[in-house]
């Protein structure tokens, strides 16, 4: 049974309150869509979560281990994983041994065939089969954007936050995204999804955070959130930001929006 | 030296303390959520200056690090190395010989001035391009190569100033040649690593000018004479004590100072420059330009300004301007196809200290690392020791520097562009 | 035969001409020959090990030859002033070992040779060859030399965990013109500029398979430094074919995407400095034992930009490609010595050799930038894989289009 429980959850940048007392809980299988305007802290909230950046106070445990003062891979190797807003995979290596760092980093040997079938089936179940000798920087964007999936399932966390996974992805793609998503929730994986697509998450999740300059201001399901008027004036009042889809946010300015 | 023990315990107690200070502080201001860009720097030099009873204070209270209470602290760290360094040879030259100190210091900002210049050159690619030049030194020595060769070999008989003027307008082709040729693949994301193809292809241009000129020129040193003679002054006239006098070659300030009439003059020229860099990149659109660009390279682009030209520009700028250090140089020391070496780790030093990619920056730190080796070449006991080490108190600096504040004194977190990043 | 074999079999040839090659060559300049192979080894040794550092793990240094001359001068500085005596001097410092004396000579710098000897030279004298003083076996200066640089690529590693890129590269070069400033400065200990002598490899000769060979004889460093190349780039291949590789090209690429995945970041580029430094350093023990003199010389960049040039103009992205290039550059350099004249001019070629090759070394960067070498290797190990892709996705779509028809 996957566990997070984040409890009061601050995170200052210099004078700039990025998190204010942030917490939530998730239980299970749970798809959970986190979603607010440019600059609520969303992402700095995934950093927080994943271990690159240490909260100020508050606390996250994972499955009954603390990690919010972990380092990143430990808290990778704790079973939480991530992928990036910009894609980020690993551009001259081939697509395979993309796929073999994060089971190495586990301390299993790529040399098992274990190891290489399990890579061949995600690269199967992604459509990139083809593509298993080509350097990752050969690829598409939105084929390195399915190899960083790829590389999550390699690593088999039990919660999965994706940053704006549907940005700037052909609809062919996002049809593979899609199914990725839900297998791998029925695999019994928690899921957070950053998303600027509003569509997508309210067909995905059953669960939405909404942010909002650092605070959490709404949890509830995606009907209620949808009529919570506090959540419509956060949008509505700042109209120019819902479309900056899959913009990068600069979450150390101060919010003037 | 019968008391260099208290020197060495001075040393060993402010590195500890500020070692201490470096570490601790940025611990402290982590926990407390403070502003952490100066914490180290000026947790160290604060726990260098006053140890225990200025850390505890500083831990206690956490206020804001500010420019004052670097500048100050780091005055009182000079001072303590100076008293303890006075206390253990009190014999030294440097601090019995009050007018040789006179003199160390001025000949130390005097060459500062220079140092800058060079500097700045390196600074003004760095903040446009993204790249550290490690073909720098070569330009400097062209520069004064050039100026050789145009005054003494080809038209024997011109004027220096001609020979300076060639050397900057060959140099800054170079430079303008060069970047068009091996520079441009940066601009496009053709190359996976910008700034390392920065590094090793400048670096390969330097290795090939240095045996080029060493093919051409051959490695004896060749040596230029003064530009101009000094008018014969003494002032005020006939009075025993007078405030300056000067010979052809040199000048006297108030019986104590000497200053060397090239370096005068290469310090002078220098200034000039200087204000005619400074006046280029203020005033006129194309600096306006090249300072827009290296402030944010995209929003510049939007603007109708074209970045690639400004690369250009830039590059061959700060090759001019290293080519021009080397030119006025070039009439005070004797030259060498390698002689580019260490002017360019000096300048490595000085544009990290000021801050890569900051012009004033860069002319703040030469005139500290000008003092720096003044310092060192005057008061070191051994003067054959003193001058091996000269190349490595920059590097000393450039050390402590990049593990104190990397991004230098006056830095910004990053330069501008796509390969502005690091 | 597979394609793919072929730089495996090329491999074995080279391998198997170098071994044979002492035995079978016997044209002019043997000594001469063989030196360039020895030097030619030793700058493979560096190059392949600095390929690992920059071109796998991403870490520009500059530092490299400090490592080598860090190890150099720790075997001569041990072999220099470490003896062992049964009888006690008196006048140096020495400790008591067992039966004998750990005998610790007093520096005395260059000029002062002829005035005073040292402390263990007026003992002997005393002595007058009653007494036999054993100098420390070479080989212990070659581990400890090999140990002091993998501690200090321990501590650079630390160092510059926090710094990238143009950092990187000004901060190892300050750190090697640190060292080389002090080993020029502090005359008294390690002779400046005039250099410190070693004892060579095999001070009394050696006897292999009942043929003795002298100490200036090239055969026995010429395969010590060949089989050093050969553990190096055996390890080299171990370690890049192990998670260590996969890991630290990975760092290189994209340091918080491998940190996201569970890789521990330090700790991999910590370990590549150590590796590759204590690799530098071993081959510059074996290099001064095998010229018997170093100095600081030997630390210059312009041995940093042979190494640097080496790696890149072979390839920088594998350890094998920038091993046959340094040995390849280095005879080609070599070869270009020879001064001629054209129409009464002599060209110096001792200078424009070095000017080509940094016209080369631009070049390759410029239009080749993965080296002239890898491309090679890789038309014959990657050759295959565009036709592969090519042919699997239309494999994929038949499947497919078979799959649609069907339902």
Not at chain 1, 122 to 134: I, K
Request: hydrophobic letters at 50%; one cysteine or more.
């Amino acid at each position: 049974m996957i566990e997070l429980s984040v409890s009061r959850l601050n995170k200052r940048f210099g004078g700039n309150h990025v998190l204010k007392d942030i917490s939530f809980d998730i239980r299970g299988a749970e798809m959970v869509g986190l979603i607010g305007p440019n600059g609520a802290g969303k992402t700095t909230l995934t950093n927080v979560l994943d271990g690159a950046v240490k909260p100020n106070s508050g606390t996250v445990y994972l499955n009954g281990t603390r990690i919010d003062q972990l380092p990143s891979f430990e808290v990778a190797k704790a079973g939480l994983g991530r992928t990036f807003q910009v894609t980020r995979s690993f551009r001259r290596m081939t697509v395979l041994e993309n796929l073999y760092v994060p089971a190495m980093a586990q301390g299993r040997s790529h040399k098992s065939n274990e190891v290489k079938e399990e890579a061949l089936e995600v690269l199967d179940f992604l459509t990139m089969a083809h593509l298993r000798n080509e350097y990752a920087r050969a690829l598409s964007g939105g084929q390195q954007k399915l190899l960083e999936l790829g590389r999550l399932l390699m690593l088999d966390p039990d919660l999965i936050i994706l940053d704006e996974p549907f940005a700037g992805v052909h609809p062919k793609l996002m049809e593979v995204i899609y199914e990725y998503i839900r297998r791998v929730n029925e695999r019994g994986k928690a899921m957070i999804i950053i998303s600027h697509q509003m569509d997508s998450i309210f067909a995905l999740c059953k669960r939405l955070l909404v942010l909002n300059y650092g605070d959490l201001i709404a949890d509830d399901t995606p009907e209620k959130v949808k009529n919570d008027p506090v959540v419509i004036e956060a949008y509505l009042g700042t109209t120019e930001d819902r479309s900056g889809t899959g913009q990068h946010d600069d979450e150390t300015r101060p919010a003037d929006g | 030296m019968q008391y260099s023990s208290i020197f060495w315990w001075t040393i060993l107690w402010v590195v500890f303390w500020g070692v201490t200070g470096g570490i601790g502080t940025r611990r402290v201001y982590l926990r407390k959520d403070l502003d952490t860009s100066n914490a180290t720097l000026g947790g160290s030099l604060i726990g260098a200056a006053f140890g225990p009873f200025g850390l505890a204070p500083l831990w206690w209270k956490s206020p804001e690090i500010g420019r004052v209470m670097i500048t100050l602290s780091s005055l009182v760290v000079i001072g303590i190395i100076a008293v303890a360094f006075a206390n253990a040879d009190p014999e030294n030259n440097c601090v019995s010989n009050g007018s040789f100190v006179a003199s160390q210091i001025t000949n130390g900002l005097i060459i500062g001035i220079i140092y800058g210049l060079m500097a700045m050159g390196l600074t003004l690619i760095f903040s446009i391009l993204g790249i550290v030049s490690f073909a720098h030194g070569a330009f400097y020595m062209i520069g004064g190569m050039l100026v050789y060769y145009i005054i003494n070999v080809w038209f024997p008989g011109t004027h220096p100033l001609i020979g300076v003027l060639g050397s900057c307008l060959i140099t800054f082709s170079m430079g303008a040649l060069f970047e068009r040729l091996f520079l441009t693949p940066m601009y496009d994301g053709r190359v996976e690593r910008p700034v390392e193809y920065g590094i090793l292809v400048t670096f390969g241009l330097s290795f090939t000018l240095t045996y080029l000129v060493a093919a051409l020129a051959g490695f004896n040193p060749v040596k230029v004479k003064r530009f101009f003679d000094f008018p014969r002054i003494r002032l005020p006239d006939s009075s025993d004590p007078w405030l300056i006098k000067t010979s052809r070659g040199n000048m006297e300030l108030f019986d104590t100072v000497s200053i060397s009439n090239p370096r005068f003059v290469a310090a002078i020229l220098s200034i000039l420059v200087l204000i005619g860099l400074l006046l280029f990149l203020h005033r006129t659109w194309t600096g306006k330009g090249l300072r827009a660009v290296s402030q944010d390279r995209d929003a510049a682009a939007i603007t109708g300004i074209n970045p690639n030209r400004m690369n250009m520009l830039a590059f061959a700028l700060g090759c001019m301007i290293a080519g021009l250090s080397g030119a006025v140089l070039v009439q005070a020391f004797s030259w060498l196809p390698v002689v580019g070496l260490i002017p360019e780790m000096r300048s490595f030093v000085i544009v990290v200290l000021g801050g890569l990619g900051s012009l004033p920056g860069a002319f703040v730190g030469g005139t500290l690392v000008g003092l720096v080796e003044a310092a060192g070449t005057g008061c070191v006991p051994n003067p054959q020791k003193a001058s091996s080490y000269i190349p490595a108190y920059g590097m000393i600096i450039l050390t402590i520097m990049l593990l104190l504040r990397p991004m230098g004194l006056f830095g910004r977190k990053f330069a501008s562009g796509a390969h502005g990043k690091f | 035969m597979k394609r793919q074999n072929v730089p495996q079999l090329l491999g074995a040839l080279i391998v198997a001409f170098f071994v044979a090659f002492p035995f079978v060559y016997s044209g002019g300049n043997y000594d001469y020959i063989m030196h360039i192979c020895i030097i030619g080894f030793f700058y493979a040794i560096l190059a392949s090990s600095w390929s690992m550092l920059a071109g796998y793990a991403g870490q520009f240094s500059f530092g490299h030859m400090a490592f080598m001359g860090l190890g150099a001068y720790t075997t001569a500085l041990f072999c220099h002033y470490f003896f062992i005596s049964p009888e006690p001097t008196g006048i140096c410092t020495e400790f008591a070992i067992g039966g004998h004396y750990l005998i610790v000579k007093n520096p005395i710098g260059v000029t002062s040779t002829t005035l005073t000897q040292d402390c263990l030279a007026q003992a002997m004298d005393k002595w007058n060859g009653t007494v036999e003083v054993t100098p420390m076996p070479v080989w212990l200066g070659v581990i400890l030399g090999t140990i002091v640089g993998g501690i200090f690529g321990l501590l650079i590693g630390l160092l510059v965990l926090r710094l990238r890129a143009a950092y990187l590269a000004l901060f190892t070069l300050g750190f090697s013109e640190i060292l080389r400033a002090t080993i020029s400065a502090e005359i008294q200990i390690t002779r400046g500029q005039a250099g410190l002598e070693l004892p060579s490899l095999f001070e009394n000769g050696i006897t292999i398979a009942g043929h003795f060979f002298s100490k200036t004889d090239k055969i026995p460093p010429y395969f010590v430094m060949l089989f050093l190349l050969l553990g190096c780039l055996a390890v080299l291949y171990w370690l890049s074919q192990s998670r260590f590789g996969l890991f630290v090209r990975a760092l290189r690429e994209d340091q918080d995407a491998a940190a996201a995945l569970g890789v521990n970041t330090t700790r991999y580029k910590v370990l590549v400095f150590v590796v590759t430094s204590s690799m530098a350093a071993l081959a510059g023990t074996v290099y001064a034992h095998y010229v018997t003199i170093i100095t600081p010389n030997n630390l210059m960049i312009l041995q940093m930009s042979l190494v640097v040039a080496m790696a890149v103009i072979a390839g920088v992205e594998s350890f094998i490609a920038a091993a046959i290039g340094a040995i390849l550059i280095e005879f080609i350099l070599e070869m270009l010595r020879t001064n001629f004249s054209i129409g009464g001019v002599t060209v110096d070629m001792t200078l424009w050799r070095l000017v080509f090759f940094g016209i080369v070394l631009m070049l390759t960067l410029r239009f080749a930038r993965n080296g002239l070498l890898v491309p090679i290797i890789d038309f014959f190990t990657r050759g295959h894989v565009a036709a592969e892709t090519v042919a699997r996705r239309s494999d994929e779509a038949a499947d497919t289009e078979r799959r649609e028809t069907q339902s």
